[in-house]
């Protein structure tokens, strides 16, 4: 099955373009996003350990939507851990460095359960830095991230390009882990674009061809702002001809793989939302339907999608989380 999604829903810079101008502040933004994607990548937990309440609540508000489901990316002190450190513990258990990477992987797993216990966590997201080369001790590394979280459905993303050879490949399948395909800025030794599959589930990711935004240095502590400086390097619209590989690569990789996830992470004031919908209209070779607001703001829409006028929704009492 492919499902085609958007990464993340809490963006400013969506509204009047994605969501209405001027909705209230209980309008719910993830039950919205769900009436017209397959799937929604949680990006909140790479930069903190993810609330058991807030994921409870995620599962709740998209509990109606048939097969919608959720990819995780995994908390960035188990992929972004110095090389090594998961590996040579203390005998207390904690890592060289401070880590405690059994006790970190323990509050993912409870942050995340329910979205397993409502069976709607399709993959966890292991995201890796650029300078993540293939070299033995990285994939020492990777293996001891694996080891940390067994049973769950993981997917490794690389940025450098020494992870497209087919020993790296050969490595990923021997650990059960997929390969994130993505399509980014052709800088330097950046990965170009793939459709690798190496376990049962595959994973694509556009984030953009903005190169002169891309290696941009941000600001460290939480995730980026969604004002125009932080949100540049995702500032990027595939037109159509761009997209057009990327259909054939995602048919390619759901012939070998049972779930596939596209998701469309050049968020910059809804770009990624009307990419995910072209691309998803062109893998099914239907129509689809659209938020009114994206296809005004982006016209090339029209050519295959049919525009929704937005009906509010409010988040669940319990109050909105992210």
């Known amino acids: 099955m492919i499902r ?10 969506w509204a009047g373009v994605v969501y209405p101008a001027r909705a209230s502040r209980a309008f719910d933004r993830l ?32 509990s109606s939507k048939g097969s919608f ?3 995780a990316k995994l908390f960035q002190s188990l992929t972004h851990a110095p090389t090594g450190s998961l590996s ?32 709607r966590l399709g993959t966890v997201l292991m995201q890796f830095p650029h300078a993540f080369h293939d070299r033995p001790e990285n994939r ?6 694996a080891g940390l979280l067994p049973g769950l ?26 390969f994130c395909n993505i399509d980014q800025p052709a800088l330097g030794a ?4 793939t459709a690798h599959v190496t376990s049962r589930v595959a994973y694509v990711r556009l984030h953009g061809r903005n190169a002169t935004n891309w290696f941009a240095p941000r600001g ?34 759901a012939a070998s793989a049972e779930e596939v996830f596209v998701i469309a992470n050049n968020h910059y004031r809804g770009k990624g939302p009307a990419n995910a919908l072209m691309l998803r209209s062109a893998v099914s070779g239907k129509r689809v339907r659209a938020p009114a607001e994206l296809v005004a703001a982006y016209p090339v829409l029209q050519e295959m999608a049919d525009p929704v006028q937005t009906r509010e929704r409010k988040v669940p009492r319990q109050g909105r989380l992210f």
């Open 190 to 193: 950046t990965l170009p674009p």
């Open 220 to 253: 460290t502590g939480g995730p980026p702002a969604a004002g125009r400086t932080a949100g540049a390097r995702y500032d990027y619209f595939y037109s159509p001809e761009e997209l057009r590989p990327w259909v054939e690569r995602t048919r390619s990789i």
């Open 4 to 13: 085609v999604g958007v990464a993340g829903w809490d963006y400013p810079d």
């Open 88 to 119: 040579s513990r203390a005998p207390s258990g904690t890592a060289r460095g401070g880590l405690d990477s059994r006790a970190e992987a323990r509050a993912y797993r409870a942050g995340i359960a329910p979205l397993l216990e409502a069976g």
């Open 31 to 62: 039950s919205f996003l769900a009436d017209y994607f397959d799937a929604v990548e949680i990006n909140s937990t790479f930069y903190r350990q993810p609330d058991p309440k807030a994921t409870a609540s995620w599962a709740s508000r998209v």
């Open 69 to 71: 489901q959720f990819t």
């Open 140 to 145: 020492a590394h990777l293996e001891a991230v």
């Open 153 to 178: 459905p993981l997917v490794a993303e690389f940025r450098h390009r020494s992870w497209d050879n087919e020993g790296a490949i050969s490595f990923l399948r021997d650990l059960g882990v997929g």
